[in-house]
């Protein structure tokens, strides 16, 4: 074949091609390896995988190798690298339509794979460079992956390996040969390569500035996605309702390995079980004593933080709850080519706004999916759910670790004026289900309600307002036992309600919400008990909140014609309103910094910053609404707005050069009398037009001074530099004030040039 004219011709010009010029900096090398291992590495923590187990030491075995080979062709072995991107590109498309929803982290393990084999291949410097930029690619998935804050460390490292190589990688670009460092100077610090001062100092400097920019970033509220993140371990995905049984399963009830031996029982004293809440069951027994052992059980990522609602009663037992209608669960389907099903939904002619939630789960949870109030869209991994008469969604599984899934709920703003005038018109299903109370203590709660609403200062007429009323009163007038076994036991005729009000003045926190939701209805206001989760802690660091078992509670939900069902929390030390989408989102991490810094300060000066802050906010609004008001007068306003933009923009100017000549004041006085002198001279000159050039000597510039200013100009910017020239490399001490009084005749000859030629320019123009 070698004697073929075209076979012969293709490999004397292969073999005429120059070799790829190779990177001979084994430092750059080393560096550029160890950021993609700590991409690699954050890949692996932020998504909970074990791929770097594999592929960091073979990428380490291939740049190791690449190193001794990066001078030859190495044509076998980019034949075998080519296979294996085709093999990585056919792993890639098989995990691709398993994980539809969320592809981030195929992409992520596809870019892995491609840099081990980009790995056995690196003779050049933008090769490293091409390694370089996948390290932080991988760094920013992991990024955009991380729930926890272990991802904060290993950013940081990725940070101070990064300064590092892109100077190495900045010497490389120039050309510059590698320096060969003795180890000497490298124990002594003073390579020309590693100034270890310079490193720490920027290094110091970049976290600083990320973190002030983190914190006083607006954050929006606003999902930029149309598929939204769902995954779940494999054994979930295909789970269905056995038997068509769409009842509640709870862990704590079961008596199931790890649960606290399934202590949650139904009827009768008893203990809570210290892993599960026992709220969470289509019954609920309240004469429960004890306490649960903190776990975290879910991250959750929301546009608005808000009351993580599991489920709702409407039937009192008289020592707890349970759903009534339990049996009358519908099931909801969703298409097989998509995660998306549409949750029915109540109809409400009030203002609403959407408000998207991902939820994470942790631990093993019971199968009810938490959600902000009336979720109308659900991307769940299984072929159906369940929805119950109050409101809350079942999953035909217990809650696994691993599962991710979306909410997207129509939640209505609480507008204090509209639902105080809500009608009190209920429907016939509402009186059915929302208004019972137990005949044997129903007129003693029902006067003991009156005479607290006797007791505010101007009449309450209004449901809202008397729930209001009565929320408040229980928190300020009963108290939580201080240990959670103190209280006694019910006894088996005694009622939870009656003997909170008027034995014990008080009970445990979920006992608070029984007893509103009984008062309310004792007075014909529909009121039912709903359990959920608090917000939980907010990590402003990944944005999401921490929620434990421990966050778990109950609330009292109201009812209002044509607006829907409204919480409120009468238990001491919660807000009485839950916290939801009323609530600013835009600067949290700044109040958020604020709460901790506020935390280390005296009471006294953390009042006083807070109203000097909140002048000064109230100030801004009221600007704002100010100006909004000016603009919207039509054509008067757009003109007066222009104006003032022009005034504004006039005033800034001014400011800026004040601030200029200021600081170029307070450079001057920092500054030796001899080179503040000089420093000022050439100042002034330059506002003339004759600058000095950064490659032009002192003497230099004086020398060509005498071919472009007056002579006496000339001999004075002369005998400034010859001072000055003296001063800074003779050591000789000039006679400052003497040279100070030349500058000023300076500046009186250039003002009196100006003015000639001024005058020269009327005569010209008349």
């Not at 390896?33 to 700590?38: F, N």
């Not at 609602?309 to 519908?330: A, H, K, M, P």
């Not at 949290?588 to 000097?612: I, Y």
Request: aromatic share 12%; with cysteine.
């Amino acid at each position: 074949m070698r004697r073929l004219p075209v076979f012969n011709q293709f490999r004397q010009r292969l073999a005429a091609m120059p070799m790829p010029e190779t990177e001979e900096s084994i430092l750059l090398r080393v560096l550029v390896q160890a950021l993609v291992v700590v991409g690699i590495i954050a890949t692996d923590v932020a998504a909970e995988t074990q791929i770097s187990l594999w592929a960091v030491p073979l990428s380490i075995a291939g740049a190791t190798w690449s190193w001794y080979r990066r001078r030859d062709r190495n044509v076998p072995v980019k034949f075998l690298l080519a296979i294996g991107m085709l093999v990585a590109l056919a792993v890639f498309l098989k995990n691709l339509f398993g994980q539809l929803n969320d592809t981030r982290l195929v992409l992520a393990e596809l870019l892995i794979h491609l840099q081990v084999l980009h790995s056995f291949d690196l003779p050049r410097r933008k090769d490293l460079g091409y390694s370089m930029v996948i390290g932080l690619i991988l760094l920013g998935v992991a990024g955009t992956v991380s729930q926890t804050f272990a991802f904060a460390p290993i950013l940081l490292l990725f940070l101070g390996i990064g300064l590092p190589v892109l100077v190495l990688d900045y010497r490389s670009r120039l050309g510059l040969e590698h320096l060969k460092m003795k180890n000497e100077k490298l124990k002594k610090g003073n390579s020309p390569i590693f100034n270890w001062k310079f490193f720490s100092i920027n290094f110091l400097a970049i976290v600083g500035l990320g973190l002030t920019i983190f914190a006083l970033m607006p954050r929006f509220p606003s999902y930029q996605l149309q598929t939204f993140p769902v995954s779940a371990p494999s054994n979930l995905a295909q789970k269905d309702f056995p038997d068509n049984n769409r009842g509640i399963v709870n862990p704590g009830k079961q008596g199931k390995e790890g649960s606290g031996g399934g202590s949650n029982q139904d009827t009768g004293p008893g203990k809570v079980d210290d892993t599960f809440y026992y709220g969470f069951n289509s019954k609920i027994n309240q004469n429960l004593r004890g306490g649960m052992k903190p776990k975290v059980l879910m991250r959750v990522r929301s546009q608005s933080e808000g009351f993580w609602r599991v489920l709702g009663f409407d039937r009192y037992t008289g020592q707890g709850w349970e759903i009534s209608r339990d049996n009358q669960t519908q099931t909801v389907e969703r298409p097989p080519w998509s995660y998306r099903f549409f949750i029915p939904r109540q109809f409400i002619t009030g203002k609403t706004r959407e408000v998207i939630q991902t939820y994470t789960v942790v631990s093993e949870m019971a199968n009810l999916l938490p959600a902000l109030a009336f979720p109308k869209e659900l991307y769940y991994p299984t072929p159906r759910v369940a929805l119950d008469t109050e409101g809350s969604v079942r999953s035909p599984a217990l809650l696994q670790e691993g599962l991710t899934y979306t909410v997207v709920s129509e939640v209505p703003y609480r507008d204090r004026t509209r639902l105080g005038q809500a009608s009190t018109d209920y429907s016939k299903p509402i009186r059915n289900y929302y208004l019972q109370v137990p005949p044997q203590i129903a007129d003693k709660v029902r006067q003991l309600t009156e005479e607290i609403l006797a007791k505010s200062r101007k009449p309450i007429t209004s449901p809202y307002e008397k729930a209001l009323y009565l929320a408040q009163y229980l928190k300020q007038n009963y108290t939580i036992p201080s240990d959670p076994n103190s209280l006694p036991f019910l006894g088996e005729n005694e009622d939870l309600v009656e003997a909170f009000l008027f034995k014990y003045k008080g009970g445990y926190p979920d006992h608070f919400s029984s007893v509103l939701t009984i008062m309310l209805r004792s007075i014909g206001i529909p009121a039912r008990l709903v359990g959920g989760f608090s917000p939980g802690e907010f990590n402003p660091f990944t944005g999401l909140y921490i929620v434990r078992n421990t966050d778990a509670y109950m609330m009292t939900e109201v009812y209002f014609p044509s607006n829907g069902w409204f919480a409120f929390d009468p238990i001491p030390t919660h807000p009485l309103i839950p916290p939801s989408i009323e609530e600013d989102q835009t600067f949290s991490v700044l109040r958020q910094f604020w709460k901790w810094v506020a935390g280390w300060l005296p009471s006294p000066l953390t009042s006083w910053l807070n109203n000097v802050f909140g002048a000064i906010a109230t100030w801004l609004i009221g600007g704002i609404i100010w100006l909004w008001a000016l603009l919207s007068r039509g054509w008067v306003g757009l003109f007066a707005g222009l104006i003032l933009a022009i005034c504004l923009g006039f005033l800034g100017w001014l400011a800026w050069n004040g601030v200029r000549v200021w600081l170029y004041r307070r450079w001057l006085a920092k500054l030796p009398p001899m080179e503040s002198l000089y420093q000022e001279m050439l100042a002034n000159l330059r506002t003339q037009g004759y600058a000095k050039h950064p490659a032009q000597t002192p003497l230099e510039y004086a020398y060509l001074a005498y071919q472009h200013q007056p002579p006496e100009s000339a001999k004075a910017i002369d005998e400034i530099t010859q001072a000055y020239v003296s001063w800074r490399y003779g050591k000789q001490n000039p006679n400052v004030n003497q040279l100070r009084l030349r500058l000023r005749e300076l500046k009186k000859s250039q003002l009196k040039k100006r003015w000639q030629q001024r005058q020269d320019l009327k005569l010209k123009t008349q």
